[in-house]
């Protein structure tokens, strides 16, 4: 979560003291938003803002007025605009019962998703401990905990702070799986970062792979599961972190709980829909250069939640034309077992691309 001032919005707002400085407190809140992009993503912007909404009702009207002014002016920002599905995976909300506070987060998507809720308090007890971590099921509701007054004669106040990530805790990987290479049987491509590449597989995406490959070549499921997310509607991709919310992407839970994740696609390229059901060696979608991306390629990893805030890849084995349960390493090429075939796909036709390709 970005902290966008020692104070927060209050700070902000009482630093300023009055209307007429509400131009350099929009130009600076602007730098701002620009800066977490960069660093951390568009979705933190978001969560920042909602923060600050949030604490709005806590001010006199005049200044909330200017805060007001403030969060509508950075929501509609162009850094926003090519969507993050970090802001939208859950929505948390608050309901009073007289002196108990409950806190309730509703999952948006149909893929499981972990949530971490970090309370600060005074004067209030909480039902559970917390922080606390915990899995929600798609497209459900629970509450997480509830916070009441230790001495109800006494003022009381809490802020509340929370972080959503795809995966459940519960996922417990099946290390005897063999994955399938995820591209057409009887084609080669290059491995063109492996586990722990120095350029970008490190923390969450530790035992990712990449394989560099022409625009628009067939991406097949790995393994076998239900689709669970489907992002296909991003043209925007660069060098930098900054473009990381800008990747398209299906999303695939396995039997195990642990979620394939196949990344990079070509805009308009997913061949699948959130709820079906996936053989090893369906066609999904169409590669592409979405995203924090130097070139064409494909990203695809196996990942559980840590906790709210991080997810974890694990270790996994491909099944190749030369051998079974192959560890791939950068800078190798590898042919998918079984012969080439003519595909199809309920969007139309697909153009196979044979070789190793990419630039």
């Not at 309901?95 to 108990?100: L, N, S």
């Not at 929600?136 to 929370?162: D, N, Q």
Request: positive net charge; hydrophobic residues 35%; aromatic residues 8%.
């Amino acid at each position: 979560m970005l902290k966008c001032h020692p104070g927060g919005l209050r700070g902000i707002v009482n630093s300023c003291g009055h209307l007429p400085l509400a131009v350099r407190l929009v130009s600076w809140m602007r730098d701002v938003a620009l800066a977490a992009r960069r660093k951390f993503g568009a979705g933190s912007i978001t969560h920042c803002c909602l923060k600050m909404k949030k604490r709005v009702l806590e001010m006199d009207t005049a200044r909330a007025a200017l805060a007001l002014s403030v969060v509508a002016t950075l929501l509609p920002m162009p850094v926003l605009a090519h969507g993050s599905s970090s802001e939208s995976l859950v929505r948390m909300s608050s309901q009073r019962e007289g002196d108990v506070t409950h806190f309730f987060v509703e999952n948006l998507q149909a893929a499981d998703v972990t949530v971490t809720l970090e309370v600060t308090s005074e004067n209030l007890k909480s039902s559970n401990r917390l922080p606390l971590t915990r899995t929600v099921p798609g497209k459900e509701r629970i509450e997480l905990a509830s916070v009441s007054p230790v001495a109800p004669e006494k003022p009381w106040k809490w802020s509340y702070t929370y972080y959503a990530t795809f995966g459940s805790l519960d996922a417990k990987h099946d290390d005897s799986y063999v994955y399938a290479l995820p591209y057409a049987p009887g084609h080669t491509f290059r491995g063109s970062q492996g586990f722990r590449g120095k350029y970008s597989h490190f923390g969450p995406n530790e035992f990712a792979i990449d394989w560099k490959m022409p625009l628009g070549t067939a991406v097949h499921a790995a393994r076998a599961g239900v689709v669970v997310a489907v992002k296909d509607d991003s043209d925007f991709g660069g060098g930098d972190s900054s473009y990381d919310t800008d990747a398209n992407y299906v999303l695939v839970r396995h039997s195990d709980g642990t979620l394939g994740h196949y990344v990079h696609l070509l805009k308009d390229g997913a061949r699948v829909q959130v709820g079906n059901h996936v053989r090893t060696g369906d066609l999904i979608a169409l590669s592409g250069n979405t995203g924090h991306s130097t070139g064409p390629h494909l990203h695809f990893s196996v990942f559980k939640a840590r906790n709210g805030k991080e997810r974890e890849t694990v270790p996994i084995r491909y099944q190749t034309a030369s051998g079974d349960a192959v560890v791939l390493e950068t800078g190798k090429n590898y042919k998918a077992l079984g012969t080439p075939a003519i595909l199809a796909s309920p969007k139309g036709p697909v153009k196979e691309t044979v070789g190793m390709g990419g630039s």
